[in-house]
């Protein structure tokens, strides 16, 4: 299928499930006749040509699917009064299909996903599949669990929401900082997928880096008080303005200190800088913006070499303590290697190896590898370094990082 119309696609579906759910209120039912409608699409557009206002071809087919849907799960439920909604859903003047509001619905429709009702894990994993466009592949990677599990917990949590009656509606004061924090939650792991793929040709996908800053930004705009949703905009920002400098003439991978910072975009840097420092001063320091403060901290630099590492180290430790995670406490180790040396990071990983298993989890034991691969090479165990960047290649589905790591492993013997 063209890339053009994929995009397109992608751009719609969160549209189109949105003016579904508001006018029928299944979200369950919804999404599978959006699913409907994307294939219709890519079996129609591609040879007819995509039409004037492709939302509403979209919505219209959706309508129809949607329609087909009820009926059937009706039918089986013997609820003919539901069938009868229906039917006026697409024959009352008022709420007959023309064209489509040119309304976004993503923002209500990741509050829809974070509904009360729902856990935390699959809040995420449901808004990742209906907003971010990710596959269930891509959303048990970011989880570190099977892909059939994936598909399990989100197929209850759209049960869930139908159970529950789930409605476009705002949330409530009591539930608003739950949902919010989901939210947030969300978007950092769509941008994370989109800034390094779990899988595929490219290193980057720059339609979920775009996708995630876009809903950021409407959630600050939502939201301009909140400095966690501040912080994380800088964050994004200011990883985001690192990007064209990841990769080579050739495709192939540049780490950071081998990066063109003139490739930068110092636009974006400004941006996240500022805002970073418009909460900083503030009573309360959460998690994005440390990750804002530390992204900040490596922007500031023009080269390698003036990068404040014992800063940085100190701001991990912050965030470790904050969030003790595995990926944090792995950032932590690099830090720590380039503030004091290859051998102070070797113990600091030995250590947080022996009480917290981090070589294990699903979510890091490929970086942990390529982190150690890369220390030892540092101390001089070229043989070991070698063994652990093919070991670290092997777990990764991102053909780029695999080139990368192979070709360290070579140049090794």
């Not at 917990?153 to 139908?162: F, G, N, W, Y």
Request: hydrophobic residues 40%.
């Amino acid at each position: 299928m063209n890339a053009d119309i994929e995009h397109l696609l992608r751009t719609e579906a969160p549209q189109v499930l949105g003016a579904l759910v508001r006018r029928f209120g299944r979200f369950d039912v919804a999404e599978d006749a959006v699913q409907e409608a994307l294939l219709a699409a890519s079996r129609v557009w591609p040879a007819d040509g995509v039409p004037e206002n492709p939302r509403s071809w979209l919505i219209r087919i959706g309508y129809r699917r949607m329609v087909d849907l009820l009926r059937a799960d009706q039918a089986r439920r013997r609820r003919e009064q539901e069938a009868g909604a229906a039917e006026l859903a697409m024959q009352e003047p008022a709420r007959r299909t023309g064209p489509a509001q040119e309304t976004d619905d993503s923002l209500a429709l990741l509050l829809l996903c974070c509904h009360p009702a729902l856990s935390a894990t699959s809040q995420v994993a449901l808004t990742l599949r209906a907003v971010g466009g990710l596959s269930t592949a891509e959303i048990a990677h970011a989880y570190g669990t099977t892909e059939n599990t994936m598909g399990t917990r989100i197929s209850r949590a759209k049960q869930q929401l139908a159970r529950a009656g789930a409605r476009f509606t705002p949330p409530t004061d009591t539930d608003r900082d739950s949902r919010m924090a989901a939210v947030t939650q969300v978007l950092y792991l769509i941008f994370n997928e989109g800034y390094t793929a779990s899988t595929g040709a490219q290193l980057a996908r720059v339609d979920l880096t775009g996708e995630a800053i876009r809903l950021t930004r409407m959630l600050h705009h939502a939201s301009p008080a909140d400095p966690e949703v501040t912080g994380l905009l800088a964050l994004m920002l200011l990883t985001e303005a690192r990007r064209p400098a990841r990769t080579g003439g050739h495709d192939e991978l540049v780490p950071l200190d081998e990066q063109d910072r003139a490739r930068w975009n110092a636009d974006l840097i400004r941006e996240g800088t500022e805002l970073i420092d418009s909460v900083w001063s503030r009573r309360e320091v959460g998690p994005y913006q440390l990750q804002a403060a530390i992204a900040a901290v490596h922007a500031a630099a023009t080269s390698p070499e003036q990068t404040d590492w014992p800063q940085i180290a100190a701001l991990y430790l912050w965030l470790e303590r904050l969030t003790p995670t595995p990926p944090v406490r792995l950032s932590r180790v690099v830090a720590v290697a380039k503030a004091y040396g290859p051998a102070r990071g070797l113990a600091l990983l030995d250590d947080l190896n022996r009480r917290f298993h981090l070589d294990q989890d699903p979510l890091i034991r490929q970086r942990e590898r390529a982190v150690r691969a890369h220390l030892l090479q540092l101390t001089g165990d070229a043989a070991g370094a070698a063994r652990l960047y093919r070991e670290a290649a092997s777990l990764t589905g991102n053909q780029i990082e695999q080139r990368y790591l192979l070709d360290r492993a070579h140049r090794l013997g």
